[in-house]
């Protein structure tokens, strides 16, 4: 019902900034939520950045006030700016979206994932 795409990732250097962006496609106004989420290499995925529909940011304290997400009025497109980065930021970043139970059921969906991108930081 939702399909998401990650784009903006590649090779950065230590201490140098990049963007993601999450576009999101389909019947985005069942969308209750967005978030950021990265994955290395033999571990768990973990929360980077989360944004409600009415405006409401979280990240994830490990991140250090590195990261800033924004979106669109209508959370069809969500983007990542990251700063300061360090050789352990280097894993596949995904976007998803949650679905709002209080849409129409034959449009209802969980949770929506992108294929992800990879960032890599090097030293």
């Known amino acids: 019902q939702v399909q998401l795409v990650e784009s903006g990732g590649g090779l950065v250097q230590a201490g140098g900034s990049l963007r993601l962006s999450c576009a999101a496609s389909?019947?985005?106004?069942?969308?209750?939520?967005m978030g950021w989420y990265r994955q290395a290499p033999g571990k768990e995925r973990e929360l980077v950045a989360a944004?409600?529909?009415?405006?409401?940011?979280n990240y994830a304290y490990s991140m250090k006030g590195r990261v800033t997400s924004s979106r669109d009025n209508d959370l069809n497109t969500l983007y990542l700016k990251m700063n300061s980065m360090k050789p352990e930021d280097t894993a596949v970043y995904y976007c998803?979206?949650?679905?709002?139970?209080?849409?129409?059921?034959?449009?209802?969906?969980?949770?929506?994932w992108g294929q992800g991108t990879q960032v890599t930081v090097s030293s």
């Open positions: 998803n979206a949650e679905g709002t139970n209080f849409c129409y059921s034959d449009l209802h969906f969980d949770v929506s």
């Open positions: 389909g019947y985005t106004i069942c969308i209750s939520a």
């Open positions: 944004i409600t529909r009415g405006g409401s940011i």
